[in-house]
C-alpha cells in the first residue's frame, strides 16, 4: 500500500460525457501528479501540482483539467470524452522535489 | 528536450538468468534517476535511484549505476526470479519538478 488512494478505480461512461477522479496523496506529501497510461502510448505525464499551484503540465489535453485543493487533494476532470480516452489515470505523491514517487493504483477509464 | 530511451521488449528469461535492462537518457543539468517496476494490476513503485554521478541504486537483488558519461542507468540482476515479471520503466527527475517515464520494458521469467 503506498499510501496514495484514487477512485473511482473503475469507471464506464459513454463519448461526450464527463467524469471526475479524485486522488487523496500520502500524508505529508505536497506534490501531485498525473499521469496517463494506454497501450500504445505508454506512461504519459499530464500535470503536477505542488502545495496547490501548477509546477509543471505535460501533454494535457485542453478538454482534460486539473486542481489541487487546500487538502492537497486532487482532481482530474476530464470533459467531451473520446474513445481514445480509454485508459488507466495514475495519481503519484511525493515528499521531495526530485521525483521520487508514490503511485495510486490508478483509475481505469472505458469509453464506450 | 529530457527523454529516457529502454530498451524495448518483452524480454523472456529462465528463473535464474542475467538480466540487463538497457535505458539511456537526455537531460539538461544534473536529473535523478530512477527505475520503477509495475507489477500485473498495480501502480507503479519505486524500485531503486541514485541522484548524482557513479551513484549505484540497489534494492531486492537489482542494481543500476548512474554513468554520466555514457548516458545511462541499465538495470542489472545476477539471477532473476518468477516473482519478478513485471513491466519495468527507466525515469529521471530534474529540478523542474517533472519526472520523464520511458516506455517501459516487460520481464517474463519462466520457471
Known amino acids: 500500500d503506498s499510501g496514495v488512494t484514487q477512485t473511482p478505480k473503475h469507471l464506464i461512461t459513454a463519448t461526450g460525457q464527463r467524469v471526475t477522479l479524485r486522488c487523496s496523496p500520502r500524508?505529508?506529501?505536497?506534490?501531485v501528479y498525473w499521469y496517463q497510461q494506454s497501450l500504445d502510448q505508454g506512461l504519459q505525464f499530464l500535470i503536477q501540482y505542488y502545495n496547490g499551484e501548477e509546477r509543471a503540465k505535460g501533454n494535457i489535453l485542453e478538454r482534460f483539467s486539473a486542481q489541487q485543493f487546500p487538502d492537497l487533494h486532487s482532481e482530474l476532470n476530464l470533459s467531451s470524452l473520446e474513445l481514445g480516452d480509454s485508459a488507466l489515470y495514475f495519481c503519484?505523491?511525493?515528499?521531495?522535489?526530485?521525483?521520487?514517487?508514490?503511485f495510486g493504483e490508478g483509475s481505469r477509464l472505458t469509453v464506450l | 528536450g529530457n527523454s529516457v530511451t529502454q530498451m524495448e521488449g518483452p524480454v523472456t528469461l529462465s528463473e535464474e538468468a542475467f538480466l540487463t535492462i538497457n535505458c539511456t537518457y537526455t537531460?539538461?543539468?544534473?536529473?535523478?534517476l530512477f527505475w520503477y517496476v509495475q507489477y500485473p494490476g498495480e501502480g507503479l513503485q519505486l524500485l531503486l535511484k541514485?541522484?548524482?554521478?557513479?551513484d549505484k541504486g540497489s534494492n531486492k537483488g537489482f542494481e543500476a549505476t548512474y554513468r554520466k558519461e555514457t548516458t545511462s542507468f541499465h538495470l542489472e540482476k545476477g539471477s532473476v526470479q518468477v516473482s519478478d515479471s513485471a513491466v519495468y520503466f527507466c525515469?529521471?527527475?530534474?529540478?523542474?519538478?517533472?519526472?520523464?517515464f520511458g516506455p517501459g520494458t516487460s520481464l517474463s521469467v519462466i520457471p
Open positions: 503519484a505523491s511525493s515528499p521531495t522535489r526530485i521525483g521520487e514517487l508514490f
Open positions: 541514485a541522484t548524482k554521478a557513479d
Open positions: 525515469a529521471l527527475g530534474t529540478s523542474y519538478d517533472k519526472v520523464i
Open positions: 537531460a539538461t543539468g544534473y536529473p535523478s
Open positions: 500524508s505529508g506529501d505536497l506534490s
